[in-house]
């Protein structure tokens, strides 16, 4: 749908919500603006709303333009670009005989070795299940260096640690005690990834992001704002692995 704004055309999607109470405006990764309305507020309202916060819009489509760009999408052939912990590594493709696939790193490279017959989709498996398994002692690894230095007592006793695809979270923690990451924090540099860590990790000892939970976070890291400023800053790079 469309805006005239002084001759400006405002280009917005709208969604219709039966359970919303309100309107809600968005600016997703493309830049693309996504308002949320109840089924029963005319059009008209909400393009008054619309009008009503066009700086602030605006102001929001900049920011994400700005944004470093996401990688090309994959084509899972050799040459294609992948980002671990804020390095790029080199697709290599190896076909040999066997039925077996493995993947490993090699430095600045990502390398699979697959049969023959492999197809495009054994590929990206491979790969996927690769980060799963580096996320997941990753991020056990860091659970664990947290939980050993933060000198509270936790209300909830960890369970462990899994790798999520989450579309957009980063990470979740559970009451029964289960952190979760999303795959493609992997992404993220690594002082990144580490307050992302220590960010679950906390809900262990205080659930609620309370005063008392950015307290904690003060206290074992000094500039976790800035640090989760520059995941958002990062968001549109990895919005997908």
């Not at 969604?15 to 109840?38: C, E, M, S, T, W």
């Not at 980002?83 to 076909?95: A, M, T, V």
């Not at 690894?141 to 509270?152: C, D, F, T």
Request: net charge positive; aromatic share 10%; hydrophobic share 35%.
């Amino acid at each position: 749908m469309s805006l005239d704004e002084k001759e400006e055309k405002v280009q917005y999607i709208l969604h219709r919500q039966r359970n919303r109470k309100n309107v809600a405006l968005k600016v997703d990764n493309d830049g693309l603006i996504r308002v949320y309305a109840p089924t029963y507020v005319p059009v008209a309202s909400i393009e008054g709303i619309i009008t009503t916060h066009k700086e602030w819009l605006d102001k929001k489509v900049r920011e994400v333009e700005n944004l470093p760009p996401p990688l090309e999408k994959h084509t899972y052939q050799p040459g294609d670009n992948f980002l671990l912990l804020g390095q790029e590594l080199k697709l290599e493709i190896y076909k040999n005989r066997g039925r077996g696939t493995l993947c490993t790193k090699d430095g600045d490279r990502l390398v699979v070795r697959v049969s023959s017959q492999a197809t495009t989709q054994t590929v990206k498996r491979a790969i996927e299940q690769w980060y799963r398994h580096y996320g997941e002692e990753l991020y056990s690894g860091l659970v664990n260096e947290w939980i050993a230095q933060i000198k509270e007592e936790a209300t909830i006793e960890m369970r462990g640690v899994k790798i999520v695809g989450y579309p957009k979270r980063w990470g979740s923690c559970t009451q029964e005690g289960d952190l979760s990451f999303a795959l493609r924090s992997l992404m993220l540099p690594l002082p990144l990834v580490r307050y992302l860590a220590l960010h679950e990790t906390l809900h262990l000892y205080e659930f609620n992001h309370s005063r008392r939970f950015k307290e904690l976070l003060d206290y074992y890291m000094e500039d976790w704002r800035e640090r989760q400023r520059e995941m958002a800053s990062l968001r549109r790079q990895v919005a997908s692995l």
